[in-house]
């Protein structure tokens, strides 16, 4: 079982910046991979930024160059920093964790933070 809590939505004009952090219950070393999806009104959960256990990255296109994604795992903790912030990105931004126990894939989510940029 992985616990996720996501912190550090609110709200910012556009072009201001935001970091969110996600701090999980258990050895961020453990976990084979870590992302940040979003969720609009009205849309579906989209993947925002992928962090794997061997520190390879993947970022949506809608959001590369503006958003980093990285851990620091001493403190268990993975951070997605926004900069140049757009209306579009809008959303409830969800922390996702994912381990493989015995081959099993398991994933888990956090609660949600809230992101809105006004224009």
């Known amino acids: 079982q992985v616990l996720l809590v996501e912190s550090g939505g609110g709200l910012v004009q556009a072009g201001g910046s935001l970091r969110l952090s996600c701090v999980a219950s258990?050895?961020?070393?453990?976990?084979?991979?870590m992302s940040w999806y979003r969720q609009a009104p009205g849309k579906l959960r989209e993947l925002v930024a992928g962090?794997?256990?061997?520190?390879?990255?993947n970022y949506a296109d809608s959001v590369k160059g503006r958003f980093t994604i990285s851990r620091d795992n001493a403190k268990k903790t993975v951070y997605l920093e926004m900069n140049n912030l757009k209306p579009d990105d809008t959303a409830v931004y969800y922390c996702?964790?994912?381990?493989?126990?015995?081959?099993?894939?398991?994933?888990?989510w956090g609660r949600g933070t809230q992101v809105t940029v006004s224009s």
């Open positions: 996702n964790a994912v381990t493989y126990e015995f081959l099993r894939r398991a994933d888990y």
């Open positions: 258990v050895s961020t070393l453990s976990i084979y991979t």
């Open positions: 962090l794997s256990s061997g520190d390879s990255t």
